[in-house]
């Protein structure tokens, strides 16, 4: 059974740093996309990045340059680092996992497994 559990959210100003985290059970990252998207209040679920089969990155054009994510060995975590954070970075921010085509790993519809979520709030 897959189990993905977010953590690592919180308020903080703009241009500071956030690393979420994302323990998993159940999956491997060789046989899975692991992506992180994001949902502010009246607005879809939005692509922030992703990693591919646990070895290519991608990332959404909001955010790169400043958001880094990558794959743990410990506990088969998946890290979001965010850093010089804006206050449109402000939302819920998700962790799912997909065994798509790379092609789909933008789409949200294309991941079976989710986390609950973790806030994200940065102030101006």
């Known amino acids: 059974q897959v189990q993905l559990v977010e953590s690592g959210g919180g308020l903080v100003q703009a241009g500071d740093s956030l690393r979420l985290s994302c323990e998993t059970s159940?999956?491997?990252?060789?046989?899975?996309?692991m992506g992180w998207f994001r949902q502010a209040p009246g607005k879809d679920r939005e692509f922030v990045a992703a990693?591919?089969?646990?070895?290519?990155?991608y990332y959404a054009d909001s955010v790169k340059g400043r958001f880094t994510i990558s794959g743990g060995n410990v506990k088969n975590t998946v890290n979001l680092q965010m850093d010089t954070l804006k206050p449109e970075d402000t939302a819920v921010y998700y962790c799912?996992?997909?065994?798509?085509?790379?092609?789909?790993?933008?789409?949200?519809?294309?991941?079976?497994?989710w986390g609950q979520g973790t806030q994200v709030t940065v102030s101006s």
């Open positions: 799912g996992s997909s065994r798509g085509v790379l092609s789909s790993i933008r789409n949200p519809n294309m991941y079976g497994h």
């Open positions: 159940g999956l491997t990252f060789s046989s899975v996309t």
């Open positions: 990693l591919f089969r646990g070895t290519r990155t």
